[in-house]
């Protein structure tokens, strides 16, 4: 018999026609010689319950029916008495198609976070998790659409890379060259001239240039796709390897550019709540209380738009008034996310838009103020997060871009077709880099973004 999903057979209301169903074990109980069992095939948060008697089946097939193991079970769908249930059904005949012993790592409820991250090839079988990866898979959907609908193209980016983005040096290196016997010239620098690519290369940590190559010639560009940082950091908001979305647009300032911001991260709070209702209800019961409230409060409000300098006012105001930070700061730090929770959660209790940064906490591309201090950086900043987006308006003048390439003291011998784009028919242009597990973790309520992606990569840990 054709098999359906649960999500379907939830729905179904034909009571007394036969159906087949396959899922795994969440829950067996039973009392005088009938079980039940709660079963769960991915499809939906949503368990089916299965009612059968014991006499009807084989002892031995009863004995294997255990939490975890896999079932075919084909009965007879009916109304169900329960409350919060629709339908069950009433097993003729159970397949036990995959068993399950008693060391299966989710037998037990309540399990910690950290517990489940030693087990990420099985905790997606969790409610929660389960929960977290529909979610994502719909977030990703809310993104492609978006941008789809909007006139935007899904550029994509080299994923291995001879330049470094942010000058920083957080990359990993990829090499095909025996790291026992490294060939070094006289100074003892390793020679790479008989590397794969001939030169020293690393895995990407941002598509952002080679995306404003793609505006400059489709006009709106965005892409999507892994990113690597070799950040030793350790938080609750950091991987080592994390999906970035980048959107670039030719002719965007900055105020087109923090209504693009604005616009899309709304969008796709608005998809989830559309979308993963039973889902995000939950997430709501289970592990935040307020996040729907939360959701639904990011799309009431206007988001302030702050300009640094103003929120420095705010914070040494705060700090006048009793509050303490941990770290510094005055005009010229960088704010950490203590800083930036304190001005969305506490201060506007709304989300923020902080722009015009001091050039000394930014990276060179971005277009100088007429002030010389401070750049046209455009960072979306959200409760219990902190950055959520990281954007700025592009300087477009050659002039400008290497007068600041000079004083950082930036090499440009691998940057010239990325400067190239300045000197041939340049444009004023913006864009955004928005940390797709960073949005996960708002839409989820979830704490720690090592549990937002199936897999996560952190320092010394690749498991799975
Ligand atoms: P942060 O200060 O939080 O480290 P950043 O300034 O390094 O962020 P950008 O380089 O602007 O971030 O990257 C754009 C976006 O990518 C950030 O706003 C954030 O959402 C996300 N992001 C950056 N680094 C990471 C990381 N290591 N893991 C997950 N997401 C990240
Ligand atoms: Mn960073």
Known sequence: MKRTKVIDALKRTDFGSEITVKGWV????????????????GSTIKNVQIVGEDQNFDEEVVKLITTGACLSVTGVLVESPAAGQSSEIQAREIEVLGPCDNTYPLQKKGASWEYLRTVAHMRPRTN????ILRIRHNMAMAIHTYFHEHGFYYFHTPLITASDCEGA?????????????????????????????GEQVALTVSGQLEGE???????????FGPTFRAENSNTPR???????????????????????????????????????????EFLNKMVDKTLLERLEGVLKEDFVRLPY?????????????????EFPCQWGDDLASEH????????????VIMTDYPKEIKAFYMKMNEDGRTMQGTDVLFPQIGEIIGGSVREESYEKLMAEIDR????????????????????????????????????????????????PRTPKNCMF
């Not at 290196?173 to 490294?182: E, H, R």
Request: proline residues 2%; charged residues 30%; glycine residues 8%.
């Open 26 to 41: 969440r829950s067996k109980r039973g009392s005088k010689g009938i079980f039940f069992i709660a079963l769960n095939d």
């Open 238 to 280: 950091h991987l080592a390897e994390f999906w970035m979305i980048e959107p670039e647009m030719a002719f965007y300032d900055k105020q087109d550019l923090m209504d693009l911001e604005e616009d899309f991260i709304k969008y796709c709070v608005r998809w989830a709540l559309d979308n993963c209702r039973d889902d995000l």
């Open 213 to 223: 190559l793609g505006a400059t010639a489709l006009g709106q560009i965005y892409t």
């Open 169 to 197: 040096g957080n990359m990993f290196q990829v090499t095909t060259k025996n790291l026992y016997d490294l060939k070094k010239d006289d100074e003892g620098k390793i020679d790479y001239s008989d590397d794969f690519f």
């Open 309 to 325: 300098t103003e929120g420095i006012e705010i914070l040494q105001e705060a700090i006048r008034q009793g509050k303490k930070f």
């Open 340 to 351: 930036e929770r304190y001005l969305v959660e506490e201060h506007f209790k709304k989300p």
């Open 408 to 455: 950082r003291g930036m090499e440009t011998e691998k940057l010239q077709w990325y400067l190239d784009t300045r000197r041939w028919g340049s444009c004023p242009h913006a864009g955004f880099g928005l940390g797709f597990e960073r949005l996960i973790l708002f839409v989820t309520g979830m704490q720690n973004i090592r549990d937002v992606i199936p897999f």
């Open 128 to 131: 929660t998790f389960g929960a």
